[in-house]
Every structure is written in structure tokens, then in C-alpha cells.
């Protein structure tokens, strides 16, 4: 067997080369594939919303009362602010009545340019 030194063996340099795009393509994946998620579960907290507040009358309070009860209940996890409640039920809103292609558009941008984008627009 013999020893590789490394900083002097290109195929060991080409070999590290891969392993670090390997690593770096996976963590990409893994945080669009969070973002899918996070997005995903906006928009079912917000479609409920909608659903809750028309069909048994209620009104704004509820979303103070949701934010202070998940934040209770969860506390470790952030985006459950009255003001991102409000920002998630505007998301819905916004996209509901879209095509199906836009809502997979903008499920694929991260939240925090959703909110550049539906704040400008």
C-alpha cells in the first residue's frame, strides 16, 4: 500500500474536488427540499384559516389566539408570529385562484422572497 500525499496528488485533489460539489448539490437539495416543506405547510395553515374564518364566522382574533397557542405548543420553532400568520394568510390569498404551475413556482422561492415579492406587488 502506498501513501497518498495529498497536497502534491492531483488525482487526490480531482477526487476531493467531487466529494466537495457532492456535498455541496446535496445540502442545495435538502434546503430546497425544506423550503418545499415550509411552504407547503403555509399554505395548508392558511387554506384552514380561510376555511375556519368563513365557514364558522370568525374573525381576526383567531389568528392572535393561533399564533399564541402554536408558539405555546412549539416554541422552538420561529414563523408562527401573529405578523407571519397575517403574511401566510396574504400568501394563500394571493395564489389560491392562480394556476397550478404558479403555485408550484412559488413553492419552489424561499418565504422570505415571497414576502419581497407579494409586498412590492
Do not use: C
Request: charged fraction near 20%; hydrophobic fraction near 45%; glycine fraction near 4%.
Amino acid at each position: 500500500m502506498s501513501t497518498i500525499k495529498p497536497s502534491f496528488d492531483r488525482a487526490y485533489q480531482d477526487f476531493l474536488q467531487e466529494i466537495k460539489t457532492q456535498v455541496m448539490q446535496s445540502r442545495i437539495e435538502a434546503a430546497r427540499a425544506v423550503n418545499r416543506s415550509l411552504i407547503g405547510l403555509y399554505w395548508s395553515l392558511a387554506q384552514l384559516i380561510v376555511e375556519r374564518q368563513e365557514a364558522l364566522g370568525w374573525g381576526k382574533a383567531v389568528v392572535e389566539r393561533l399564533s399564541a397557542d402554536l408558539k405555546a405548543e412549539f416554541p422552538q420553532i420561529t414563523g408562527f408570529s401573529p405578523r407571519n400568520l397575517w403574511l401566510i394568510k396574504q400568501f394563500y390569498e394571493a395564489y389560491a385562484e392562480a394556476p397550478e404551475f404558479l403555485q408550484q413556482v412559488v413553492s419552489e422561492i424561499p418565504w422570505g422572497h415571497n414576502i419581497l415579492i407579494m409586498q412590492r406587488i
